[in-house]
C-alpha cells in the first residue's frame, strides 16, 4: 500500500506550496469576464463567489498576499487553461 502523504522527488525540492494545475484542454477559458488586477486583500475577500480571478503570468500579476486570500476561498487552487484569447491563463475561481 502506497503511502499517501509522501511527496514526489520533484516536489520535495519545490519551495512554492502552492501548485498550479496543468493546461485543461478540453474547453477554451472565456476571458472577457476574468478579474485581472486586485490591489489588496480587502478587494480579494470582497469579490462574489463565482468571480475568476487570472492572468497570463503564473498569477505573478497578484502579491503573496492577494494570492493567499483567493486561495483561501477557493476550493481548488491556481490552474491554467487557454483562453478565447489563445493565452494561457493562469486562473483561480473564488467558491466560497
Known sequence: MA????????????????????VESIALLNTSNIIRSLSSVREARSLDVGSVVGDFQGGLSFTDAVA?????RAAEGW????????????????TR
Open 79 to 94: 490552474r491554467e487553461k487557454k483562453g478565447d484569447d489563445d493565452m494561457v491563463w493562469t486562473y483561480i475561481v473564488v
Open 3 to 22: 503511502d499517501e502523504n509522501k511527496v514526489g522527488k520533484s516536489e520535495e525540492a519545490c519551495p512554492i506550496t502552492t501548485r498550479v494545475r496543468p
Open 68 to 72: 493567499a486570500a483567493l486561495e483561501s
